[in-house]
């Protein structure tokens, strides 16, 4: 049987949806590196595309939802 794919919206651009940042030990002794994995809700629904399609975003950042909407491909955006 052929599965379903869950067309969702994600309402919330900001660090949640897009990024995970993360501390980790350099090469120096005591250098702590800063890094932005992406890890969240964005990246992850992309990965399980199987299962998932984002169709919208929401945000009352006009600046937020260009950016995500261009950085994941997702064409439709709302502010309201």
């Known amino acids: 049987t052929q599965q379903r794919i ?3 919206g994600v309402v919330g ?3 949640v949806a897009q990024v ?3 501390l980790s030990r350099g090469s120096s002794e005591g250098e ?3 890094s932005a994995r992406q ?3 964005l990246p992850t629904l992309l990965l399980l595309h199987d ?3 984002v169709v919208a975003l929401c ?3 006009p600046t937020l939802l260009e950016h ?3 950085k994941f491909g997702i064409k439709r955006h709302y502010s309201d």
């Open 6 to 8: 869950l067309r969702v």
């Open 13 to 15: 651009c900001g660090e």
């Open 20 to 22: 995970s940042l993360s």
């Open 32 to 34: 702590l590196t800063l």
């Open 39 to 41: 890890v969240v809700h």
């Open 51 to 53: 299962r998932f399609k």
């Open 59 to 61: 945000d009352v950042s």
């Open 68 to 70: 995500c909407g261009g």
